[in-house]
């Protein structure tokens, strides 16, 4: 007599069934939601710290943090000469700094590159920029065709994506060894992020094109900067290498139907992986909150290891 094998369940359904659609109340209280607020809190708090900071003055009465103070990469622009001179930090960077990279680094290790998909407020703008791109995309036919048509055309260059990536690790050597070399944030004015407070004060440098280029590539493609560029990714991307944390598909209960790809931001190959693992990869978890099947994709923890 032959026994069937009872299947596998998560929280009760059986794995790989359909998630049932959200509605009304649960769709406004979805991952998404609370990642945006997350992300748009974190926005509003630097903004109210860079506002303060610019009525107030640098000689004003009271000392206020600017938004530099905030930075994590700024930690590691002024790390060299801080150890190398007992304290001391390049210009425009604090010991704040120092400990928020410090917090960025831990969020690394304990939850992956979390901090790039959660609390970056340049990750936000680049997201919001994205969201407005799909809106007008949904009310206009005619954009979203022409929208269409250029994505299609730059498929071809598909082929240049993945060396285009190493190119972060590129400007982070550049940003931290210039820094160290040269004594002040050579980064500094070609910094995007850096460009928004300066257009604020009506300063343009290299890093307002920057800004220009990287807002106007994420009306296309989703974080442009975060994937190319960013420095700060690229060093807690590595350091996330050091993670328990990590996502795996399941294939049992997976059927390829690509949405988790198409729903990650960073354009990883969600639906074709074993596990998620990249250094690219922003703990954003959106490819888990899109998968339309139950136990598809599930957060895991084990061993650090190297892999995609």
């Known amino acids: 007599m032959t026994t069937l094998a009872h299947p596998q369940t998560t ?9 049932p659609r959200k509605r009304g109340l649960a769709r406004l209280l979805s991952h998404h939601s609370f990642r945006r607020l997350v992300q748009f809190a974190v926005f509003a708090f630097i903004l109210g710290i860079a506002i303060r900071h610019t009525l107030v003055g640098e000689a004003g009465a009271v000392v206020t943090a600017s938004w530099e103070a905030y930075c994590p990469f700024g930690g590691f622009e002024t790390l060299y000469k ?8 390049v210009s425009h960077t604090h010991l704040s700094n120092l400990v928020v990279l410090v917090a960025a680094l831990v969020t690394s290790i304990v939850a992956r590159n979390a901090f790039c998909g959660w609390l970056c407020p340049f990750g936000f703008m680049q997201d919001m920029v994205s969201s407005f791109s799909v809106f007008v995309q949904k009310k206009a036919p005619a954009i979203r065709k022409g929208v269409k048509t250029l994505k299609t055309r730059g498929q071809k260059l598909a082929v240049i994506d993945r060396p285009l990536r190493f190119l972060k690790y590129i400007v982070l050597a550049w940003a931290v060894l210039g820094a160290a070399y040269f004594g002040y944030m050579v980064f500094r004015d070609v910094d995007p992020w850096a460009a928004v407070w300066n257009l604020a ?23 442009p900067w975060c994937r190319y560029a960013c420095p700060l990714g690229a060093a807690t991307g590595l350091v996330a290498k050091l993670s328990p944390v990590y996502l795996k598909r399941e294939s049992e209960a997976c059927k390829s139907c690509a949405i988790c790809t ?18 690219d990869c922003i703990g954003c978890l959106e490819c888990v909150d899109e998968c339309p099947r139950e136990g598809a994709l599930e957060l895991k923890l084990g061993m650090p290891v190297i892999g995609k």
Do not use: N, Y
């Open 262 to 279: 198409k729903a990650c931001p960073m354009g990883l190959p969600v639906h074709t992986a074993t596990t998620i693992k990249s250094v």
């Open 11 to 19: 929280k009760g359904v059986p794995t790989g069934a359909v998630k």
């Open 201 to 223: 004060e009506l300063s343009f440098t290299l890093g307002t094109v920057v800004l220009a280029i990287t807002l106007i590539a994420s009306l296309f493609v989703e974080r």
């Open 82 to 89: 801080f150890i190398a001179t007992g304290g001391k930090t």
